[in-house]
Structures are given as C-alpha cells and as structure tokens.
C-alpha cells in the first residue's frame, strides 16, 4: 500500500471503524452504553445515490443473474432498527439501489446502542412487530428461545426469495454461519451476518528492532518480548490488555486463550460451564500473570478504549489481542506511533491451537415482523457478494464476511497486505463465543472474577473456580 492510499483509508475508517468496535466487543456492566458513527439517528429513507449524477452505486445488472423474483413486494416498504454502526454508514449510499431493484421503500430506525436495545426488547416481547429487520447481538439464543425471532430457513427454501448458486452461503466465513446459527444452539439460520471482527496481535516494530525481537507465534514467547520492553523501556510497558468487567471486556479475550489451551466454554450444557477446568485455569494464570508483571498501572480496570489509548500514545510495547478493527486507530493520525505498528496473528500456547475470538453483527427478522419475506430479501441483497464487495472496494468498509472480499485486489492495496492476509488467515480459524440464552447474565459474573484476580484479590485458580459455580448456579436456579 502507498502512502497516500494508506492515509486515505485511515481517514476514511478510523472513526468509523472504532465506533463500531465499541458496540460489537463491549458489554456488560463495564461500559457506559454510548457510540455513534456519525449516521443520524430516528427514521429516513434510503434516497442518497453514489454520486451527484443520480447514478445508482451498484449497476441492477450485478443482481439480474440471480434467479429471484426481487418485484414480488412491489409498492411495500420495511422498518430496520439499527445501532449507530459503520455498517449503516457504510450501506446507506447503496440502498436506493435496493430500492430500484425491488420496488421496496427502505425506513431506518438508526439510535445509540443502548437506546437500541431497550425499544428492540419492547418490540419484540410485546409482539409489536414494528421493526421488520434489526440488528441481533450476544442476546441471539435468548430471543431465540422466548420465540421472539423468526427462522430464516423457510425463506432460504423459498426459490422466489433465495438463489443459492448466486449467493453463495459458503463464501461466508464459518465463523459467521456459525454465529448466525446460534454459536452452535440453533440448527436454524437466527439472521444473516453484517460484520465481522477477529483478535489480532499489535506491536510495536520500532521496539522489535531495537532489541531484536522476533514476532512471537507462542505465548512463551509473547511473555518474553513484553518482558524484555518492559524491562529495558522507561515509561513503557510491555503489553495492555483488557481488564475490566464486562462480558464485552475481559473475559472477550480470556475466551481466546481458553480455547487455545484445549478448553471450552460449557463442557456439559448447562451442567458443567468448564470454568473451573485446567485449560481455563491454566489461560486465567498465563493473562492474569502477564498483566500483572507487565502491564500498567489499574490494568484491572483497562476498557478496549483505554487499550487503544495506551498504544496510541506509546506507552506500551504491545496488545496481546484484541479486534483487528483496531488497526486504523493505532495507524492513523490520533496515533504517536503510526508508522511503528505492526500487526500479527494472537500467540498461542506451543502444544495448543490457533483458535482467535471472532464476534459478528447479525440482522434478524422477528416472529410477529409485518413484512419478513421483505425482510429476508434485503438480508440477502444487503449481504450479497455484489453489495459487500461494493462497500469494501468502492466504500470505505473493512469488516466483511465474505472470504471473497478479503482475497480482493483492489481490497486489499485500499486496506493494506499486511492487515489484509493477518485478518484473512485469522478469520478462517476463528472460534467464536458461543452466546447461550443466559451468556449476558453469568458472563458478567464470570468476568467480575477475572477483574479480581488481575487487581490481585485473589487467585486466577480461586476466581474460575467461583466463575464456574456461579455460571451453574444461574442454570440450575
């Protein structure tokens, strides 16, 4: 990538892109709720084009191969209610396109995440039905399981609606069907995936070449870097991490190193959370243990923001692991050491396997939704091959679902090489959290121990123990 394509993409996605990590990774009593990614809130219509011409942003053409019937809801329109995103930044210019093609009027519910989630909850439980499309997080499978989300299944059976061969499901990383599906609860489709982000390793390359550094593959090896900057750097310590609580915070990390150390979350649902397991415990010991000999000061209380923060300004030698969508923010123009950062796959354990958190937006439809078959066929334009392809070449997207998007040429000279095969390569072996009906209710448990023991109140060992049985408890009660 040049220098004046990079500066452009950091300009064009820094904002945005953050923004949107915030809502995606955060959770929990740890965060304060607020985002926005510019887009206005309330409800407008999707009337902007591509450009000052009144040319739509994607040729109708790009659809015509599809064998679906896009004219048979004519003359109807469809609600979404949307968090403040980059995604509905970034698919907004496109949706006259949508528009044009199906003859559907598109209405945005666009509001701050919290706000979102509080009238969503409203929609659903009391039947309303107002929103036909709306965004779906961690809180999936315990609207799937209240009956409050329609399956997709009976629409991808529908041949006037659904063109296999066209889309393309299997373009979609596995991680995002997985996710689309219940992380593994649901033999149904609960949504169609939006975005996607994965952890990622960030270092500084400076610091690597003046003590001969080598980028770590192992988790042995990571602790001896950060080691080796925190001891021989003043005023700059060897890695941040997240530490604070929430089941967005702390624990979104602590989930990668589980499972690369041969555990899980829930061994025996809803019986046996695995909390309290070796690989859990031995995870719990090796971050607790890195934060504490080789992070900051409060490290306990460490939010995604103050991570970022902490590098931007260069007062840390790394970033263990968090989402890659950090990139743009520690490469762009708020950042002290743009041009020193490097990005590389989340260490693993030497016996164990590469197994990164990923977490992905979904849209869904719900049960008592007026116009779900309208619904279903802007998920599927909206995460088409043409539509995503369109947002990462053309916009300024770089959060895509498609594998297709990530191997793209003129994708990755806009985003960079580096960022692009590290996300790729990432993306495929990513094992994301599996969000069970009550994930938000023990998770925030789960991650108050984890805080404990980074603050030093008690060991890695005592606070999965706890962890474990409150986690059972909450099932058995």
Same mark, same amino acid.
């Given at each position: 990538?040049?220098?004046?394509?990079?500066?452009?993409?950091?300009?064009?996605? !820094?904002?945005?892109?953050? &923004? #949107?990590?915030?809502?995606?990774?955060?959770?929990? *009593? /740890? @965060? =304060? +709720?607020? !985002?926005?990614?510019?887009? &206005? #809130?309330?409800?407008?219509?999707?009337?902007?084009? *591509? /450009? @000052? =011409? +009144?040319?739509?942003?994607?040729?109708? &053409?790009?659809?015509?191969?599809?064998?679906?019937?896009?004219?048979?809801?004519? +003359?109807?329109?469809?609600?979404?209610?949307?968090?403040?995103?980059?995604?509905?930044?970034?698919?907004?210019?496109?949706?006259?396109?949508?528009?044009?093609?199906?003859?559907?009027?598109?209405?945005?519910?666009?509001?701050?995440?919290?706000?979102?989630?509080t009238k969503r909850q409203t929609d659903?439980?009391?039947?309303?039905?107002?929103?036909?499309?709306?965004?779906?997080?961690?809180?999936?499978?315990?609207?799937?399981?209240?009956?409050?989300?329609?399956?997709?299944?009976?629409?991808?059976?529908?041949?006037?609606?659904?063109?296999?061969?066209?889309?393309?499901?299997?373009?979609?990383?596995?991680?995002?069907?997985?996710?689309?599906?219940?992380?593994?609860?649901?033999?149904?489709?609960?949504?169609?995936?939006?975005?996607?982000?994965?952890?990622?390793?960030?270092?500084?390359?400076?610091?690597?070449?003046?003590?001969?550094?080598?980028?770590?593959?192992?988790?042995?090896?990571?602790?001896?870097?950060?080691?080796?900057?925190?001891?021989?750097?003043?005023?700059?310590?060897?890695?941040?991490?997240?530490?604070?609580?929430?089941?967005?915070?702390?624990?979104?990390?602590?989930?990668?190193?589980?499972?690369?150390?041969?555990?899980?979350?829930?061994?025996?649902?809803?019986?046996?959370?695995?909390?309290?397991?070796?690989?859990?415990?031995?995870?719990?010991?090796?971050?607790?243990?890195?934060?504490?000999?080789?992070?900051?000061?409060?490290?306990?209380?460490?939010?995604?923001?103050?991570?970022?923060?902490?590098?931007?300004?260069?007062?840390?030698?790394?970033?263990?692991?968090?989402?890659?969508?950090?990139?743009?923010?520690?490469?762009?123009?708020?950042?002290?050491?743009?041009?020193?950062?490097?990005?590389?796959?989340?260490?693993?354990?030497?016996?164990?396997?590469?197994?990164?958190?990923?977490?992905?937006?979904?849209?869904?439809?719900?049960?008592?939704?007026?116009?779900?078959?309208?619904?279903?066929?802007?998920?599927?334009?909206?995460?088409?091959?043409?539509?995503?392809?369109?947002?990462?070449v053309k916009g300024d997207a770089a959060?895509?679902?498609?594998?297709?998007?990530?191997?793209?040429?003129?994708?990755?000279?806009?985003?960079?090489?580096?960022?692009?095969?590290?996300?790729?390569?990432?993306?495929?072996?990513?094992?994301?959290?599996?969000f069970d009906r009550k994930y938000p209710?023990?998770?925030?448990?789960?991650?108050?121990?984890?805080?404990?023991?980074?603050?030093?109140?008690?060991?890695?060992?005592?606070?999965?123990?706890?962890?474990?049985?409150?986690?059972?408890?909450?099932?058995?009660?």
């Open positions: 990538m040049t220098n004046s394509n990079r500066r452009t993409f950091l300009k064009a996605t !820094g904002v945005g892109l953050l &923004s #949107g990590l915030a809502g995606c990774t955060r959770g929990g *009593d /740890g @965060s =304060d +709720g607020s !985002g926005s990614d510019g887009s &206005s #809130g309330g409800s407008d219509g999707g009337t902007s084009t *591509d /450009g @000052s =011409d +009144g040319e739509l942003a994607i040729p109708l &053409s790009e659809y015509e191969d599809a064998d679906i019937d896009w004219r048979q809801f004519e +003359g109807s329109s469809i609600n979404i209610g949307a968090v403040q995103h980059p995604w509905v930044s970034a698919i907004k210019p496109a949706v006259p396109v949508f528009e044009e093609l199906t003859g559907i009027d598109v209405v945005w519910n666009v509001l701050p995440e919290q706000q979102f989630r659903v439980s009391t039947g309303a039905g107002q929103f036909d499309v709306f965004y779906m997080d961690q809180v999936v499978n315990q609207f799937r399981e209240e009956g409050w989300i329609q399956p997709l299944d009976p629409f991808f059976d529908d041949e006037s609606l659904f063109d296999e061969d066209w889309y393309d499901p299997d373009d979609l990383f596995e991680a995002s069907r997985w996710q689309a599906h219940g992380g593994g609860y649901s033999d149904t489709w609960t949504g169609m995936p939006i975005t996607v982000e994965v952890q990622t390793q960030f270092y500084r390359k400076d610091l690597y070449d003046k003590h001969d550094l080598e980028v770590a593959e192992t988790l042995e090896e990571f602790r001896q870097n950060a080691q080796t900057i925190h001891e021989n750097e003043s005023d700059v310590v060897g890695t941040v991490g997240r530490g604070d609580k929430g089941y967005g915070m702390n624990i979104y990390i602590l989930n990668t190193f589980l499972r690369e150390f041969g555990s899980s979350l829930w061994t025996e649902f809803p019986t046996d959370s695995g909390l309290d397991s070796d690989g859990v415990i031995n995870a719990a010991e090796w971050y607790v243990s890195l934060l504490q000999d080789y992070g900051p000061e409060g490290a306990s209380t460490q939010t995604w923001s103050d991570v970022l923060s902490t590098m931007q300004e260069g007062r840390a030698g790394h970033i263990v692991s968090d989402a890659n969508l950090f990139w743009p923010g520690l490469t762009g123009s708020d950042s002290s050491v743009a041009d020193t950062i490097g990005i590389a796959k989340v260490p693993s354990p030497a016996d164990g396997q590469f197994s990164p958190n990923a977490f992905n937006w979904q849209i869904s439809t719900s049960k008592n939704a007026q116009n779900s078959e309208q619904a279903f066929l802007f998920m599927v334009w909206a995460s088409s091959q043409p539509t995503n392809t369109w947002m990462h959060f895509s679902v498609r594998q297709s998007v990530w191997e793209n040429d003129e994708f990755r000279s806009r985003v960079g090489e580096n960022f692009a095969q590290v996300t790729l390569e990432s993306l495929q072996e990513a094992a994301p959290d599996p209710e023990w998770g925030q448990r789960y991650s108050e121990e984890l805080q404990r023991a980074i603050a030093g109140q008690k060991s890695a060992e005592e606070a999965m123990t706890q962890a474990a049985s409150i986690a059972e408890d909450i099932y058995s009660n």
